[in-house]
């Protein structure tokens, strides 16, 4: 296995507080290793501590305990001047973009250049490259207040390339963009991080970003790390109710409002249905096993809501369907048993 990029080791941040009030623990024992290359998604609701643990990646927060490693440096632990060394490895792009108001596009992204104080001669024909590379060259004398949302966040990225890093960090870089400039601003990032090799972590509250570009994700809620794997595997087998709930807006189903205003705990009766949610991946979302459940097994199957998408290149879908209660066990063990995942929601009846 190749080294991580980047590894949280037991990683604690607490911000301490006046008076009795206690400290506030912003991250708890964080383990979590970023692999070279990879796109990682780090995903979670307000002050769950995305921010905290992604500016500690550049130095910006240090640890109260534990280790942050980035390309074998130990980022805690640095003086000024190889923090400053760091961060030339480590670009970073933010919601609001940051750009400076008094420069044009091609001056925003040769002020790090500027900054690690690149030969001058050399300035413009990297920052034409690197516009060029963000489809920005019609907009290079353009100033920030000219610019679209989508544009501004391309030189952003610009920007935070100039210096090559071999990580880029993204702060919420689509949470101002509408759904369409969000796609191409992703795809912006997965063709850099194909081409260039970079290694990208991402922060996010939303699952769609993940879903289109993470091949990783860690999920966090209250300052720890609930679950974190390949994308694939977590949406296939979420095992946190945080990663399920946050699931739920991106497969596209959802439980219909008909039915979920009528879903109890427990079946009232033996006519009660069962409202299941069947997960499929791989092969197996192609396969046709709830017609099979029907026809070998004589349960019948009242498909209420679905959806196939790919997740990476792979087929996966999820359907909501009713089965009648008193046949709820055996066609769960039917469904799994040919690799489908079922989780019961609720009963109608
Ligand atoms: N400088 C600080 N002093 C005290 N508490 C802080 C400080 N910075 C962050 N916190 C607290 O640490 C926790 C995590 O904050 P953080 O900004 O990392 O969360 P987040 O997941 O990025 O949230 P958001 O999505 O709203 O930006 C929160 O409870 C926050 O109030």
Not at 288 to 301: F, I, Y
């Amino acid at each position: 296995m190749a080294e991580p990029a980047i590894s949280f080791q037991d990683v604690t941040r607490r911000y301490p507080q006046k008076a009795a009030a206690g400290d506030v623990v912003a991250l708890q024992d964080i383990w979590l290793d970023v692999p070279q290359g990879a796109v990682t998604g780090i995903i979670g609701r307000s002050g769950a501590g995305k921010s905290t643990l992604l500016r500690m990646v550049n130095g910006l927060e240090r640890p109260s305990s534990g280790k942050v490693i980035v390309n074998g440096h130990d980022v805690g632990a640095a003086s000024d001047a190889s923090l400053r060394a760091i961060r030339r490895e480590v670009g970073m792009i933010f919601q609001h973009f940051n750009l400076l108001a008094s420069r044009t596009v091609a001056e925003n992204i040769a002020l790090p250049l500027e900054i690690a104080s690149e030969d001058p001669a050399r300035i413009p024909a990297r920052v034409g490259e690197l516009i060029e590379r963000v489809g920005l060259t019609a907009q290079a004398s353009r100033y920030p207040a000219e610019l679209s949302g989508g544009q501004k966040q391309r030189v952003g990225i610009a920007r935070a390339l100039a210096t090559a890093p071999r990580v880029l960090l993204s702060d919420e870089a689509t949470s101002a963009l509408d759904p369409d400039t969000t796609r191409q601003v992703l795809e912006l990032l997965q063709s850099i991080n194909r081409e260039l090799g970079l290694t990208i972590l991402l922060i996010t509250h939303e699952m769609g970003v993940v879903r289109d570009i993470c091949s990783h994700v860690a999920v966090i809620e209250a300052g720890r790390i609930v679950e974190a794997g390949e994308t694939y595997s977590v949406f296939s087998r979420p095992g946190h109710a945080t990663t399920r709930s946050f699931l739920q807006g991106v497969t596209g189903v959802a439980v219909p409002h008909f039915v979920a205003g009528q879903l109890r705990d427990t079946p009232q009766d033996a006519s009660a249905e069962a409202v299941v949610q069947v997960t499929f991946t791989g092969r197996h979302a192609t396969d046709p096993m709830l017609a099979r459940l029907t026809a070998e097994r004589g349960v019948s199957v009242n498909i209420l809501a679905g959806a196939i998408e790919e997740i990476g290149d792979k087929p996966f879908g999820s359907l909501i369907v009713g089965l009648p209660s008193g046949r709820l066990d055996e066609s769960r063990r039917f469904l799994e048993e040919h690799g489908l995942m079922t989780e019961v929601l609720g009963y109608v009846g």
